[in-house]
């Protein structure tokens, strides 16, 4: 009886492996520094202190879970993806407002040569999270062999 195995490139680990480290330490940073994630936070987003606490907890359980081997617990890497896909989603509008207030961190303001490629690469890391997650692999194919 033979059983078709999924084996994973090298290519599609190192790019998971690198978007949980990037997570793990924007979830650090949020939680040690989070007057930069306040100052860009939106004045409608109640209880700002409290969500950026809760959002550097969650980029850092949905980094765990991305490194998470597959099996060992059942769909946690699948719930990660999306988890940090819906965060990266959810935190649009603060990157929106830092932006277009051009709101500064550290006294320092930024040019659009910064905000603009920041936008423009937040729908791909929604992807690269789904990717990265194994909730899609478009629009690359799955090579069992």
Known sequence: MQRAQHKESLARRFFR?????IYLV????HIRSPGG?????PDWVPFAEQVILLTGVAEIAGAIGLLIPPGTIPRLRYAA?????????FVFPANINHAINNIPISGQT???????PRLAFQPVIIWWALIAGGVTDWPFRRQNS
Request: net charge neutral; proline share 0%.
């Open 37 to 41: 994630f306040l100052a860009i936070t």
């Open 81 to 89: 993806g999306i988890g940090l896909a819906l965060y990266a989603l």
């Open 26 to 29: 924007a979830g650090i940073a």
């Open 110 to 116: 930024a040019s659009w040569l910064y905000h603009a």
């Open 17 to 21: 492996g690198l978007l949980a480290l």
